[in-house]
């Protein structure tokens, strides 16, 4: 078992890894820099529903409802691929996986582009749901499995800086063709790009070493780690050996029997909350927001959305060198504390509107997406791969990737219903309400683990919650 690597060692990390061949550190950033790829797919494919819907309002005539489907339909997909990305990467192989993935990419962002019709419409973007649920499942599971045993924690927050890049230039891209009145077609069919790139760049990297040795080529695995982390080869066979020999007969069941069941509830609870506390309200509604806040344009709300997507990346990547530095749980509980003012804010300036509340609400939207990007976004991701015992990682962190898109689905399919029936202030009130629980939730149940290796995280929960 070996530590993980914390962020702020980083660098430090890669050259002492990499020993002498700065080459070397410099191929592992590329290799996970073509695997975040699916990262930047995943924002960027449903970041961009936010900036075409309101050209989609106008062209498909949609209601709250069918608005809602428009918007919820990637989710569904999502749902089912992150279902089945663990199974279906361990029978093809995490590169294949990705490989067919690129193609889903392309081939729905290309069908979507020309979706004649709603329903049509809605089943492309299922397929790319798809694609954006097998690789948030698979993408990281690649990334951990090429990165040297130190390098790991920090690229796995990488991908997560992927998934924020991708729905702020999905923002911009939105803004450009709606300002070059091109509508919504073309913010779908760009995304074809990344994917066809994911798909070659993919074609050109090697499969990962646990995935070789989980089908016996050994060989292969053991000239793969050559590559990767020559230095630690050996001690890698051993622990990829030990951790399949633990994880053969792995079960949900054993949550349950060995006093893991906190483990599992945490986990799945901070997934469900990431979305409770209603971040997807922002990411895909925001220029609906923005036009109940007086914006009169499309590109005038879509200009803010923006704003909004840059800061989400920003922050993200300033909670990459935090989390190591101050810990995961002063960033997390001060991030919900932050997100739960922001979202009375919201409810208040409804509530004192109509008038000319757009840069109140821009102001609040941005101090509430800062909350979020500091702590519960990359938190969540960051802690679905470490609060899990080794031997349960794979189902746990499958269980709380699909909780996590389960929970998105239904906020994003009940927003605009919920404004539609209870009005605005208390819609945003009713997730500050979620943001207490959250808090409650968090603070009891969500460990430390800064500092702390896997072994730790598991006796903490066997031992009672105590370190
Ligand atoms: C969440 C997504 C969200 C994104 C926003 C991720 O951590 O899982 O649902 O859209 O953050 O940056």
């Known amino acids: 078992m070996t530590m993980r690597t914390t962020p702020n060692n980083f660098h430090d990390a890669v050259n002492r890894q990499a020993g002498s061949s700065p080459k070397r550190s410099l191929a592992i950033y590329g290799i996970s820099a073509i695997a975040a790829l699916g990262g930047l ?117 990488f991908n997560q800086l992927a998934v924020t890049a991708g729905i702020a230039v999905s923002y911009w891209i939105d803004l450009a063709f709606a300002n070059a009145g091109m509508g919504w077609r073309p913010m779908f069919g760009v995304a074809a790009i990344p994917g066809v790139a994911l798909l070659i760049g993919m074609l050109f ?83 609906t927001i923005f036009g109940y806040a007086g914006f009169r344009s499309a590109s005038g709300a879509i200009l803010a959305t923006s704003v909004v997507g840059v800061v989400n990346f920003l922050t993200t990547l300033l909670a990459v060198f935090l989390l190591d530095r101050v810990g995961r749980r002063p960033l997390l509980l001060g991030g919900i504390v932050g997100m739960f003012i922001t979202l009375i804010g919201m409810g208040v300036i409804f509530l004192i509107g ?41 189902i746990g962190g499958s269980l709380s990737t699909i909780a996590n898109w389960a929970g998105n689905l239904l906020i994003s399919i009940t927003f605009l219903s919920l404004i539609g029936t209870l009005g605005k202030p208390l819609t945003f009130w009713l997730y500050a309400l979620l943001a207490v629980a959250a808090f409650v939730f968090c603070w009891f149940l969500i460990p430390e683990t800064k500092g702390r290796n896997l072994e730790q995280v598991e006796g903490f929960w066997k031992n009672k919650r105590h370190w």
């Open 354 to 394: 109509p008038g000319n509340i757009g840069v109140l609400v821009l102001i609040c939207l941005i101090l509430y997406i800062v909350s979020f990007a500091i702590g519960m976004g990359p938190v969540f991701w960051l802690m679905s791969s470490e609060i899990f015992p080794t031997r349960l990682r794979a």
């Open 41 to 157: 797919l995943f924002g960027y494919d449903t970041g961009v529903i936010s900036g075409a819907e309101l050209f989609l309002q106008h062209d498909f005539a949609l209601t709250s409802f069918t608005e809602e489907l428009a918007v919820s339909a990637v989710l569904v997909g999502a749902i089912i691929g992150a279902a089945v990305g663990g199974k279906m990467s361990d029978a093809l192989g995490r590169r294949m996986t990705l490989i067919i993935m690129g193609s889903v990419f392309a081939a729905g962002a290309i069908l979507t582009a020309f979706a004649p019709t709603l329903w049509l419409f809605i089943l492309f973007r299922i397929i790319v749901g798809l694609g954006i649920g097998v690789s948030s499942f698979v993408a990281p599971m690649y990334i951990a499995e090429i990165a040297p045993p130190r390098l790991r924690g920090g690229l796995v927050t």
């Open 205 to 287: 990297l090697s499969e990962t070493p646990r995935w070789l040795a989980s089908k016996n080529q050994w060989d292969k695995a053991s000239t793969a780690l050559n590559f990767l982390a020559p230095s630690e080869r050996e001690q890698e066979l051993r622990s990829i050996r030990e951790a399949l020999r633990n994880e053969q007969h792995a079960s949900l069941s054993e949550f349950f029997r060995s006093g893991l069941t906190l483990a599992l509830i945490a986990g799945i609870g901070l997934a469900l909350f990431q979305q409770f506390i209603g971040i997807n309200t922002v990411i895909y509604y925001a220029p």
